[in-house]
């Protein structure tokens, strides 16, 4: 049986993955979610399946492959694979809603948040908070499905037009706008559940944040720098990584410049590295990734 299959969905992220992959050796095949399984099928594809999949992939396709990965990864778990990201850690990274709670419940602190399934219920969950607020889809990607609202008329007419972000399992988050202090968030990378490297990201208040060139707004790239989080944000991220059971990802905060608190507000099971990270970082996280990968081949064997 083959080592390792990496079910991807995105044509370029991962060619630096594939290019540390063949310099190593290692025997490995890349899946696309397309076409078809057989659920009385057990046999999975590889030992090890990787999971890249990203929730920017409905961006692409309105026959996005997010649903149908939850299901075919615990499939190929099922059929003995060993899963890195596996289908409980899609599970949470498909749903803002989740990510919050299982951070909320670490006891960190997150922007405060309601839950809602109905345009309808907007403006009385609005009605809770303070404005300005966002209203967020739960399943977003590269900053998409958020949008800022100063005022409940503001809201309201936006509600009256259908013009409210839309998400496509139908479940919005409305969320007090946290000010970034000094316009910035930290996204902190995690392998094997523990604190691999941060960056901080300039434009705090843009929601796009992704740190790959693929995801840039063209002829606008992010300013991203090496940074150190400090003992505090780096456990929290440990503790945030070991309980979402993540085993490659990131997780990103912001300092709320009203108070000084930290703000945990996302958890990203998508980790494409930043780009150029030799001139960011002065290393290459894909080597240490590929050494991660290559010890649970080992155990899988």
Known sequence: MTDLALLYEHPVWF??????????GIDYVAVRPDG??????GTPPARVVFNRIAMSSFLRSDEHPIFHSIA???H???????????PDVLAIDSSKARQLSLIGGLGLAIPE??????????PAAAATLAFPLVVKANIGGSGAGIVRYDSIDELRAAVADRTLPTSVDG?????DYVPARNGTVTRIETLDRAFLYALDIAGGGTFDLCPADACQVPGAPIPMVAADPGPHLRQAADAIAQAAGLDV????VMIDDRDGVPRFYDINALSNFVAKPLDVLGWDPHERLVDYLETVIKEAR
């Open 15 to 24: 060619a630096p993955l594939f290019d540390a992959l063949d310099r190593r």
């Open 36 to 41: 078809h399984f057989d659920p009385a099928d």
């Open 72 to 74: 075919l990864l615990d």
């Open 76 to 86: 190929w778990q099922r059929g003995g694979a060993r899963i890195v990201n596996g």
């Open 113 to 122: 948040t309601r839950v809602v399934h109905r345009s309808a219920d907007v």
């Open 171 to 175: 479940v919005l988050l409305v969320q």
């Open 249 to 252: 990802g990131g997780v990103e």
